[in-house]
């Protein structure tokens, strides 16, 4: 079964970067429109940022736009999500995830997540 792994979480004070990385086993990444997600503690999981198949397409929550960057490499099979100015409020387990339907909190597969946390 194809697996989705996400990489690149950590500590980070305000202000700062981190990379989020995701890797995909399955055969049709290529043809993927591939997102991120989160959830914070004691909230629901909420739509981030996606990308089409080819790039050429992305989306943001309004939370997050102009501070994250989503992008791709179909030669890798890997999605990653460039998150600057970071908040506390970013803090979160942060999912990859296949196929989502952008704005909402559905997708066709998970990965495992990866946490995020952001210090004053």
């Known amino acids: 079964q194809a697996q989705l792994v996400e990489s690149g979480g950590g500590l980070v004070q305000a202000g700062g970067s981190l990379r989020l990385s995701c890797a995909d086993s399955?055969?049709?990444?290529?043809?993927?429109?591939m997102g991120w997600f989160r959830q914070a503690p004691g909230k629901e999981r909420e739509f981030v940022a996606a990308?089409?198949?080819?790039?050429?397409?992305?989306y943001y929550a309004d939370s997050v736009k102009g501070r994250f960057t989503i992008s791709r490499d179909n030669a890798k099979h890997t999605v990653y999500l460039q998150m600057n100015s970071l908040k506390p409020e970013d803090t979160a387990l942060y999912y990859c995830?296949?196929?989502?339907?952008?704005?909402?909190?559905?997708?066709?597969?998970w990965g495992q997540g990866t946490q995020v946390t952001v210090s004053w």
């Open positions: 995830a296949r196929d989502p339907v952008v704005y909402t909190s559905i997708a066709a597969a």
């Open positions: 399955g055969g049709t990444f290529s043809r993927n429109t």
């Open positions: 990308i089409s198949w080819t790039g050429g397409s992305t």
